[in-house]
């Protein structure tokens, strides 16, 4: 192997350990579009999964071992408060950001494991600095 072909190989093992892995969990379309949009504009970033209730969030997190989980919390099926337990309980590494329209519930949403807690509408820069914060 070429010396210069050793260097390509570490820099693209360097460049694949600071792609974060992003799971979005929104039973909105809207929402999700809009997020999607937003996320696809950061090269850092990869969506891996996309959730539409909390039982399927959870299992696309076993699925897809993302970093960063956006987590709505108004879902069906199980609800995005029930769902950050549990994914925080099997998988604590996995950081949860509660995105919601609901600023009141940000108790709950810390006491259910939640990393961080962000409201929709907030800002694309706040939004994508929670996403890249000490992942």
Same mark, same amino acid.
């Given at each position: 192997m070429k010396e210069s072909d050793h260097e390509f190989e570490q820099e693209s093992r360097e460049t694949m350990k600071q792609h974060i892995r992003v799971l979005i &969990?929104?039973?909105r379309p809207t929402s999700l579009n809009g997020l999607r949009a937003l996320l696809a504009t950061q090269l850092e970033i990869e969506i891996v999964g996309e959730a539409a209730d909390g039982r399927e969030a959870v299992r696309l997190v076993e699925q897809c071992q993302p970093d960063v989980v956006l987590m709505d919390l108004r879902m069906p099926v199980i609800d995005g408060l029930q769902a950050t337990r549990m994914i925080k309980g099997r998988w604590p590494q996995v950081k949860v950001i509660v995105l919601t329209m609901y600023p009141s519930?940000?108790?709950?949403?810390? &006491?259910a494991g939640a990393d961080a807690f962000l409201v929709k509408g907030c800002s694309a820069e706040d939004l994508l600095e929670a996403i890249l914060q000490e992942t």
């Open positions: &969990a929104d039973d519930h940000q108790p709950e949403a810390l &006491a």
